[in-house]
């Protein structure tokens, strides 16, 4: 089945909310552990415990593994294969992106079934080109995996780039989401191929949003998105966002009970849309 479908079925199953496991040194200490491999694999193993089978999305961000080098990248290995056929979907967050050749190298790392490090989606950049990214785009065909490639991201620093008009007329974001459009034509219930986009961006044109795939939307609690930001902005197309989670619900940690608690919660504020 592909990832479109999975996630569509996920979705309904469990509710939209993504839980991002981002073990920042800060979370790390309120959870009354090291800022150690140690310390990292407890965080992540109560993630999983916490998560798994219990929300649509679980999205590593590989930044705080890769920290602690080869063993902390063995924890985030060992993370995506707890987490595989649990019910929750991974979304590993590397936000890569290379000249294509290289691109076939990273999609066998992450996107192909067999990998080690294999996740159902992964998060890419389209700064080399949307082009760049067809290796990427064809790996999760063949493995129903999904891509979210970054469009308009959370960061105050993105709006100039992110805005920039190309040869096209339109913004670099908005051609981003055009581009989505088009490689996901036909799919059903829904394409594999989705956007990310800030839970308080401002400046999308409403009428590039539906991709005819899913949207992550991270931002959403710690970084001040909520609920009202979410309907103004994806009004259209509310079915198919993603909203994404990390600090708010993990701040509510090492109790696996609060912590799936504090999910259940954001996933029922998320019901109201
Ligand atoms: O791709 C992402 O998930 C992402 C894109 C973006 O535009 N902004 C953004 O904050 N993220 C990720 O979302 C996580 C932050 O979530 P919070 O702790 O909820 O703010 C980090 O792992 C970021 O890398």
């Given at each position: 089945m592909s990832f479109g479908s999975r996630a569509q079925v996920a979705m309904q199953a469990y509710g939209p909310l993504c839980v991002g496991i981002d073990p920042h040194p800060h979370l790390l200490e309120e959870w009354g552990l090291e800022d150690s491999v140690e310390g990292l694999d407890r965080f992540a193993a109560t993630c999983v415990e916490a998560f798994a089978g219990k929300v649509a999305f679980v999205k590593p961000q590989s930044a705080f593994f890769e920290r602690f080098g080869a063993r902390g990248v063995a924890i985030l290995e060992r993370t995506l294969q707890d987490l595989r056929h649990t019910g929750s979907l991974t979304i590993l967050d590397v936000k890569r992106g290379d000249i294509g050749s290289t691109t076939e190298a990273y999609a066998d790392a992450y996107l192909d079934d067999d990998a080690p490090m294999a996740a159902d989606a992964i998060t890419v950049s389209p700064y080399l080109g949307f082009g760049s990214l067809t290796p990427f785009f064809a790996a999760a065909e063949k493995n129903d995996a999904g891509v979210f490639v970054l469009a308009f991201t959370s960061n105050p620093e993105a709006i100039r780039l992110q805005t920039a008009t190309t040869s096209s007329g339109m913004t670099v974001g908005d051609q981003t989401l055009a581009q989505l459009a088009l490689a996901n034509e036909g799919a059903e219930p829904m394409g594999s191929f989705g956007a990310v986009i800030g839970a308080r961006v401002a400046h999308?044109?409403?009428?590039?949003?539906?991709?005819?795939?899913?949207?992550?939307?991270?931002?959403?609690?710690?970084?001040g998105g909520t609920v009202e930001h979410l309907r103004e902005l994806f009004g259209s197309v509310l079915d198919s966002i993603i909203?994404?989670?990390?600090?708010?619900?993990?701040?509510?940690?090492?109790?696996?009970?609060?912590?799936?608690?504090?999910?259940?919660?954001?996933?029922?504020?998320?019901?109201?849309?």
């Open positions: 999308v044109d409403a009428r590039r949003l539906d991709i005819n795939g899913p949207i992550l939307v991270p931002g959403f609690g710690a970084q909203p994404s989670t990390s600090r708010e619900v993990l701040a509510k940690g090492p109790d696996v009970i609060a912590l799936r608690a504090a999910a259940a919660a954001a996933n029922d504020s998320l019901s109201l849309l």
